[in-house]
């Protein structure tokens, strides 16, 4: 089983601050990258995804991915109330037919006005 | 209006009972999944699909089953053997095979208590 690790929290930042949420992955084959946000009770909702080195930004989140290191983080810029929620990162594992993703336990980060 | 649809909502069962939870989606996806959450847990998977009449077990299978006859449905029963059912399930579809996506989109869950 393929691990992925993310640091429990709570991460608290300021309303308008930079939240930084980290990610790890056991994988060194892992090609693709997603980050999803769950508010208490709710299901999870898909933010992004990334696969290529670098930076990918949509609007106020930006991934980030750094293959060599296993690492791939997301930052949430002008941190609003309403982002406070628990940000599960997870790892496309298998090919073809098997295709899966593998969850970390999530990070739940509070913004406070 | 697309999207995944789960029921019931909330599900309470007695000890020695089987369960059935739905699960039903409109995209036009061939790839559905099953996870179940635990308080404070990340998601884990209990079986999945890629196509019709085919499905795989994931890391937690035991006392679970299901069935893939149609593409836009994959109902989860609970059987009597899973010692600890109580969590939220969360039913997952994708487009099914992809190099480098695949992303998954979840219907709103079902709470399940055993009493």
């Known amino acids: 089983q393929k691990e992925v690790e993310q640091n429990s929290g709570p991460l608290s930042v300021p309303e308008g601050a930079i939240a930084s949420l980290n990610c790890t992955y056991s994988?060194?084959?892992?090609?693709?990258f997603f980050w999803y946000r769950q508010y208490s009770g709710k299901s999870p909702e898909l933010i992004m995804f990334?696969?290529?080195?670098g930076d990918k930004e949509d609007g106020r989140f930006t991934a980030q991915l750094n293959k060599a290191s296993q690492y791939v983080s997301l930052l949430i810029r002008d941190s609003q109330p309403s982002d406070s929620a628990t940000y599960l990162c997870?790892?496309?594992?298998?090919?073809?037919?098997?295709?899966?993703?593998?969850f970390g336990k999530g990070t739940k980060l509070t913004v406070n006005p | 209006d697309g999207g995944i649809t789960q029921s019931p909502k909330y599900l309470f069962r007695k000890e020695g009972q089987n369960v059935t939870l739905s699960c039903e989606q409109n995209?036009?996806?061939?790839?559905m999944y099953w996870y179940r959450q635990d308080p404070g847990q990340g998601l884990r998977l209990i079986y999945y699909?890629?196509?019709?009449?085919?499905?795989q077990k994931g890391d937690i299978a035991e006392g679970y089953s299901v069935s893939r006859e149609k593409k836009e449905s994959f109902p989860l029963t609970v059987t009597s053997a899973q010692k600890n059912p109580t969590a939220f399930y969360l039913c997952?579809?994708?487009?099914?095979?992809?190099?480098?996506?695949?992303?998954?989109?979840f219907g709103p869950g079902t709470r399940l208590t055993v009493l």
């Open positions: 997870a790892v496309k594992e298998g090919q073809g037919g098997s295709e899966k993703l593998v």
């Open positions: 699909s890629q196509i019709v009449n085919d499905f």
């Open positions: 990334i696969y290529s080195n």
């Open positions: 995209l036009n996806h061939d790839a």
């Open positions: 994988d060194q084959g892992s090609q693709s």
């Open positions: 997952a579809s994708s487009i099914g095979f992809s190099p480098f996506t695949n992303e998954q989109f």
